[in-house]
């Protein structure tokens, strides 16, 4: 049964993840780049206001706060295991269009949060609640593809911003300390259950501790392992850049990888690490504490840089760097995932291995909490409050499952998942390009 669910999923991932949502997807992000005037170009503007930490305007939490629960659920799994698992579906080159999906999703996350800031709505509690679902209802008038995002997100919730996250951290466990999975499922699930169940304050609260030090901490480690082999990185950019066009066959198992693959892994791995264009960080940007959408859309924007364009970006190097990407397994099978990433920071002897389970650790732990908080507000847009906390009990428990599911069936999951929440997401941006821009316009000229 397994088997046969696996297979279905993997079919469903390849259809959605098809030529159309690439196209669709990398497109947006171009043309709001475009159209915007290259936003990009005011990103250091965003992260000075993110580290304010002032308070303005109505809403729940501060810029700082909403920008670190945003990237806790961003920074995760996807900066470990998904560029691990894109180098090893994709070939070297999948980090490149990772990359670059990364540069220029920046535009297409500022889009996404101006709108949900715009649009954003008071509850009867008195709560501000707000993301694509707001935008496609009351921006488009078509709140029929709001129900849709919602559906999509709630769903989406569980696959990529829990079970993926518990799997990988109970793979982990499994192999460094042979800790059984089930184990490691109900620590993890006691833990999210002490946080979420108190909501975003809470949430807020321990990301804004926790994202800085796991940042950090990576960060470092990353920058070490890159200086102890420092003469070969220019041939490192050189392999990710040929294989990446198909100027240069991949080594090792992965032998006839092609451009559509690389572009495939690499544009799906990047949105499920950084998350531009999927529509679920705006949904707390929409909770920030701001006087103007812009202010608040230019500190979300830098949630894509930091995820993608720097941390993302050194996982790749290190990955390709290392040369374990060339390693092959008992069975003769290349190494996937976490076992590629382990194999890579064990160059930095007993440090390495703990920085990455610390890392890895923190990533994980802080990705379920700020995706509860995207998945319970689709799930209050579908059904009212009184779905909060039905929604985060089987938050806490899709933790002990994703931690004992198969990895490939996990992943597929959320891979149709993301792809089908993407779509109307994008839909509204691109309908709603014309306020995007009015409304840049005048922050910019005031």
């Known amino acids: 049964m397994l088997d046969t669910i696996e297979q279905l999923l993997g079919s469903m991932a390849g259809w959605v993840w098809g030529p159309p949502l690439l196209v669709l997807l990398f497109g947006t992000h171009l043309f709001l780049t475009v159209r915007l005037g290259f936003i990009q170009r005011y990103v250091w503007r965003g992260i000075k206001l993110s580290l304010a930490r002032d308070t303005e305007g109505a809403g729940d939490v501060s810029h ?126 006691g833990l999210t259950a ?105 500190v979300s924007a830098t949630g894509t840089f930091w995820d993608t364009v720097v941390v993302c970006a050194l996982t790749g190097l290190v990955l390709v760097n290392s040369g374990a990407w060339t390693v092959v397994d008992s069975t003769g099978e290349p190494l996937v995932g976490a076992a590629l990433t382990r194999a890579a920071f064990a160059d930095l002897s007993f440090v390495g291995p703990l920085i990455l389970n610390l890392g890895l650790l923190t990533f994980v732990f802080s990705t379920i909490l700020g995706w509860c908080y995207y998945g319970e507000k689709a799930a209050e847009y579908l059904f009212g409050p009184g779905a909060l906390r039905p929604y985060r009990v089987l938050w806490v428990i899709a933790v002990v499952l994703g931690a004992t599911l198969s990895l490939p069936i996990v992943w597929n999951f959320s891979d149709v998942m993301n792809g089908l929440m993407a779509v109307p997401n994008l839909i509204s941006l691109l309908w709603l390009n014309k306020v995007l821009v009015s409304e840049t316009k005048r922050h910019m000229t005031s």
């Open 194 to 298: 002490l946080v979420v169940l108190r909501g975003i304050r809470s949430i807020a609260r321990v990301c804004m501790i926790l994202v800085p030090f796991m940042a950090a901490a990576y960060v470092l480690g990353c920058l070490v392992l890159l200086a102890m082999h420092v003469e070969r990185i220019p041939d490192t950019l050189a392999v990710i850049v040929q294989s990446a066009f198909g100027v240069k066959a991949a080594a090792g198992g992965l032998v006839g990888v092609g451009v559509r693959e690389a572009m495939r892994y690499g544009i799906a791995r990047g949105l499920f690490s950084n998350e531009s264009g999927l529509g679920s960080a705006p949904i707390v940007a929409a909770a920030a504490q701001t006087r103007d959408p812009v202010r608040q859309a230019l």
């Open 64 to 189: 700082f706060g909403a920008l670190a629960t945003a990237l806790a659920a961003t920074i995760g799994t996807g900066n470990i295991v998904g560029v691990a698992t894109a180098l090893g579906l994709g070939g070297p080159g999948a980090l490149l269009w990772m990359w670059l999906t990364g540069v220029f999703g920046i535009s297409t996350k500022y889009a996404e949060a101006l709108l949900s800031v715009k649009y954003r709505v008071t509850t009867a509690s008195g709560a501000m609640a707000g993301g694509p679902m707001y935008v496609l209802e009351r921006g488009m008038n078509a709140r029929w593809l709001g129900l849709v995002f919602a559906a999509f997100t709630a769903l989406a919730g569980f696959g990529i911003g829990n079970m993926v996250q518990a799997n990988s951290i109970a793979d982990l466990a499994e192999q460094t300390v042979s800790l059984p999975r089930w184990m490691t499922g109900v620590g993890l699930a």
